[in-house]
């Protein structure tokens, strides 16, 4: 029994040094710093649900899908890497991401799937489940039969929900910190997710070298 929770333990302070919410709670806001207090939380929720559905999935059937689509973890973090770079950037000019940017209609329709859009890309998908977690959640559930893929989804579950509660307790801050101190946020994560994107391309350049090599 102490050896099952040493392990579940062992595998959350893994994930939560990879996914790191006391890092991405700032990225969070900044993505969501136009957003009302209950779009917010309903972003924070899909955001996490998203991700922990996407992570139970690839610790189940991940080496399955990589091989079916030819994929490496190479390409994964060299696309995923243009991806956030590019949302960083326009966070950095002071403008949202254009997927978090919809046509308004009368009754909001479009803006709410819109702003609930984010919640997949980017913050799902990289940000939250990126190349990083993924490649994480294979190793961790790998060679361990069944016990070591329930532990794993475990460990994982017991992270999201403490991300959500980051993600939730930073309302608070944005109150405090006010249109201004969100605009200073919104550019300084801006610049963090265009480091973070370079970063992953770099990353993925260099795994594909070493494979080729």
């Known amino acids: 029994m ?4 040493g392990h579940v333990l062992t595998v959350f302070m893994g994930f939560f040094a990879i996914m790191n919410p006391i890092a991405n709670t700032p990225v969070f806001l900044g993505l969501t710093a136009s957003d009302s207090t209950a779009i917010r939380r309903r972003i924070a929720f899909k955001a996490l649900m998203t991700t922990f559905i996407l992570i139970v999935v690839f610790i189940l059937l991940g080496k399955l899908i990589f091989s079916m689509f030819g994929i490496t973890l190479p390409a994964f973090q060299i696309t995923g890497g243009i991806l956030v770079f590019m949302i960083g950037l326009q966070m950095l ?3 949202q991401s254009k997927v978090h940017s919809p046509a308004i209609t009368a009754a909001g329709k479009e803006n709410m799937q819109g702003a609930l859009s984010i919640a997949v890309t980017p913050l799902a998908m990289p940000i939250l489940g990126g190349p990083g977690t993924i490649a994480a959640a294979m190793n961790f559930s790998s060679g361990g039969g069944i016990s070591g893929m329930l532990i794993t989804i475990i460990a994982f579950g017991l992270l999201c929900l403490v991300t ?9 801050l944005v109150k405090l910190l006010g249109d201004e101190g969100l605009m200073m946020v919104t550019r300084l994560m801006g610049l963090i997710l265009a480091v973070i994107g370079t970063q992953m391309f770099i990353t993925g350049v260099a795994g594909a070298i070493k494979a080729g090599g």
């Open 2 to 5: 102490h050896e099952t929770t």
């Open 164 to 172: 959500y509660i980051f993600f939730v307790s930073g309302e608070r």
């Open 93 to 95: 000019h002071g403008q």
